[in-house]
T-cell receptor, first 113, second 112 residues
Framework: AQKVTQAQTEISVVEKEDVTLDCVYETRDTTYYLFWYKQPPSGELVFLIRRNSFDEQNEISGRYSWNFQKSTSSFNFTITASQVVDSAVYFCALGGGYQKVTFGTGTKLQVIP | DTGVSQDPRHKITKRGQNVTFRCDPISEHNRLYWYRQTLGQGPEFLTYFQNEAQLEKSRLLSDRFSAERPKGSFSTLEIQRTEQGDSAMYLC??????????FGDGTRLSIL
């Protein structure tokens, strides 16, 4: 069975602070994908990143960066210099070939101006 | 806008009634997925289509739920004899093969 744990239910930061969202996963598959999605108050899930289990290289995209560590089954997400527009619920997810994606319970991020 | 479209956005109905939701995927996408999301939880997979074929169904999809994608384009999700526990946001997503799934805005179902 696949499982995704996001232990942080809610996080509040002041604008311009850095924040890291934690994600720990469990799977018996040797090949899998990890995802992060953003769900703003409007409700639509927005795809942020996909990472293949064979690629442990960290990725940076603007103010976003992701740290994938297979040894600890973690896929953490850092937002640098947070902005109010980053306020949303962020979901970490795990999938095998995209047919079925298992989501975590989400971390609600509030960025205070 | 050529994103995933869901209709209606909100549905309020009495317990015991039947409801049907529609999803129009991104036109060139061959895969279509339905998820359910309850308050404070992440989306839960319900079912998945490859073109018109329904290839996987979750155990969450009871006998009262049925999904179709008759021509491999739009899809419908029907819930018969609705119950209080069916209240949730129903999300549709689509993708081209193994590319990332794109989600619609969802249909929020409220059971009175």
């Amino acid at each position: 069975a696949q499982k995704v744990t996001q232990a942080q239910t809610e996080i509040s930061v002041v604008e311009k602070e850095d924040v890291t969202l934690d994600c720990v996963y469990e799977t018996r598959d040797t090949t899998y994908y990890l995802f992060w999605y953003k769900q703003p108050p409007s409700g639509e899930l927005v795809f942020l990143i996909r990472r293949n289990s064979f690629d442990e290289q960290n990725e940076i995209s603007g103010r976003y960066s992701w740290n994938f560590q297979k040894s600890t089954s973690s896929f953490n997400f850092t937002i640098t210099a947070s902005q109010v527009v980053d306020s949303a619920v962020y979901f970490c997810a795990l999938g095998g070939g995209y047919q079925k994606v298992t989501f975590g319970t989400g971390t609600k991020l509030q960025v205070i101006p | 806008d050529t994103g995933v479209s869901q209709d209606p956005r909100h549905k309020i109905t009495k317990r015991g009634q039947n409801v049907t939701f529609r999803c129009d995927p991104i036109s060139e996408h061959n895969r279509l997925y339905w998820y359910r999301q309850t308050l404070g939880q992440g989306p839960e997979f319900l079912t998945y289509f490859q073109n018109e074929a329904q290839l996987e169904k979750s155990r969450l999809l009871s006998d009262r739920f049925s999904a179709e994608r008759p021509k491999g384009s739009f899809s419908t999700l029907e819930i018969q004899r609705t119950e209080q526990g069916d209240s949730a946001m129903y999300l549709c997503a689509s993708s081209w093969d193994d590319q990332p799934q794109h989600f619609g805005d969802g249909t929020r179902l409220s059971i009175l």
